[in-house]
């Protein structure tokens, strides 16, 4: 009987693989995005695009697993959703209010753990956020949240 019930679930498992997940599009030529329009920070920059750039952006890199049913549907979801909310690929293009609450939702999101989603460091190790890189991005989400005002 687990036999059977076993090879049941390798069957399901081997047809997903068949419904394409339809993953977001990577585009590496971004002329409106934030890191090659403003100047951020090195560390910074290096924060952001190892825990926010793969699901905020063109810039996308999938991992191997993103290939795989059913993570493969759960990855282009996020990555669908996190672009929707937020691109830095497309920052440029934003209007200054839509800019400062970006900035806003960064601070707040990564200040309370929310960002990035509990999930994503588990399977990327540099993605992960000491206290002090938490600060250290909100610190300067405000302090960019100022210059951005004052335009």
Same mark, same amino acid.
């Given at each position: 009987?687990?036999?059977?019930?076993?090879?049941?679930?390798?069957? &399901?498992?081997?047809?997903?693989?068949? &419904?394409?997940?339809?993953?977001? +599009? @990577?585009?590496?030529?971004?002329?409106?995005?934030?890191?090659?329009?403003?100047? @951020?920070? !090195?560390? &910074?920059?290096?924060?952001?695009?190892?825990?926010?750039?793969?699901?905020?952006?063109?810039? =996308?890199?999938?991992?191997?697993?993103?290939? *795989?049913?059913?993570? /493969?549907?759960? *990855?282009? /979801?996020? =990555?669908? %959703?996190?672009?929707?909310?937020?691109?830095?690929?497309?920052?440029?293009?934003?209007? $200054?209010?839509?800019?400062?609450?970006?900035?806003?939702? &960064?601070?707040? %999101? @990564?200040?309370?753990?929310?960002?990035?989603? $509990?999930?994503?460091?588990?399977?990327?190790?540099?993605?992960?956020? /000491? !206290? !002090?890189?938490?600060?250290?991005? *909100? =610190?300067?989400? %405000?302090?960019?949240? %100022?210059? @951005?005002?004052? +335009?």
């Amino acid at each position: 009987m687990a036999r059977r019930i076993l090879l049941g679930l390798a069957g &399901i498992l081997l047809v997903m693989q068949l &419904i394409p997940a339809h993953l977001p +599009e @990577v585009k590496t030529a971004n002329p409106e995005d934030l890191l090659a329009n403003n100047p @951020v920070p !090195e560390e &910074i920059a290096a924060m952001l695009q190892n825990t926010c750039y793969d699901c905020h952006s063109n810039e =996308t890199q999938y991992p191997w697993y993103a290939y *795989v049913a059913p993570v /493969s549907f759960l *990855v282009a /979801s996020d =990555t669908r %959703e996190g672009r929707e909310h937020l691109n830095f690929s497309a920052w440029q293009s934003l209007s $200054k209010a839509d800019k400062l609450e970006a900035l806003d939702d &960064i601070g707040e %999101e @990564v200040a309370e753990g929310e960002m990035p989603l $509990k999930v994503y460091p588990l399977m990327h190790a540099q993605a992960r956020l /000491s !206290e !002090e890189d938490r600060q250290a991005l *909100v =610190t300067w989400a %405000e302090e960019f949240a %100022e210059k @951005v005002f004052e +335009e």
